[in-house]
């Protein structure tokens, strides 16, 4: 409901109220936009055939193919394609926070690698702390990343844009 000031034969009525509510939701909206942009993105890059080794899946007769070394990991069960997510995080008013990622333990092996294989790709983005570890390893398979520089432009145009 907006103020309404009466003064004299006059009448000023204020919507500050509402507009300020309607741009901290919008506030809210983007980054959360944008990291359903980035969540799209990362599940179609774990998606389809990969080029890499092909093995059985444990306990079945079924078999897939593997991802070879900077290909997105490949599908065996889908534990990790069901662990991704984007949230909104708790914001105070007028700003505005969205989280995207997967939760499964071993999401940061596949994207940095793991071991000498893992550390020989001499990533500048390893988050600090990230500790490859003396064996032999595995190669990066990263998904995040590549999600995030593929839609970098359609997130730009979300975070900036006009009204959602």
Same mark, same amino acid.
């Given at each position: 409901? %907006?103020?309404?000031?009466?003064?004299?034969? *006059?009448? =000023?009525?204020?919507?500050?109220?509402?507009?300020?509510?309607?741009?901290?939701?919008?506030?809210?909206?983007?980054?959360?936009?944008?990291?359903? $942009?980035?969540?799209?993105?990362? =599940?179609? $890059? $774990?998606?389809?055939?990969?080029?890499?080794?092909?093995? !059985?899946? %444990?306990?079945?007769?079924?078999?897939?193919?593997?991802?070879? @070394?900077?290909?997105?990991?490949?599908?065996? =069960?889908?534990?990790?394609?069901?662990?991704?997510?984007?949230?909104?995080?708790?914001?105070?008013?007028?700003?505005?926070?969205?989280?995207?990622?997967?939760?499964?333990?071993?999401?940061? *092996? $596949?994207?940095?690698?793991?071991?000498?294989?893992?550390?020989?790709?001499?990533?500048?983005?390893?988050?600090?702390?990230?500790?490859?570890? @003396?064996?032999?390893?595995?190669? @990066? !398979? @990263?998904?995040?990343? %590549?999600?995030?520089?593929?839609?970098?432009?359609?997130?730009? !145009?979300?975070?900036?844009?006009?009204? =959602?």
């Amino acid at each position: 409901m %907006p103020d309404v000031v009466i003064t004299g034969d *006059w009448k =000023l009525v204020s919507f500050l109220r509402e507009v300020s509510t309607a741009i901290d939701a919008q506030i809210k909206a983007r980054p959360y936009a944008a990291a359903q $942009l980035i969540r799209t993105e990362m =599940l179609n $890059l $774990l998606s389809g055939q990969r080029e890499g080794r092909t093995y !059985r899946v %444990p306990g079945t007769q079924r078999t897939y193919q593997a991802s070879r @070394p900077g290909e997105p990991p490949a599908v065996m =069960l889908g534990d990790l394609r069901r662990s991704v997510k984007a949230e909104n995080v708790e914001s105070g008013f007028g700003e505005g926070e969205a989280i995207v990622g997967a939760t499964m333990e071993y999401a940061p *092996w $596949l994207e940095f690698g793991t071991g000498r294989a893992g550390a020989a790709k001499q990533q500048e983005d390893v988050p600090e702390g990230y500790v490859h570890g @003396p064996k032999p390893g595995m190669a @990066p !398979r @990263p998904f995040l990343r %590549p999600a995030i520089e593929h839609t970098r432009e359609q997130v730009r !145009r979300v975070l900036e844009g006009g009204m =959602l």
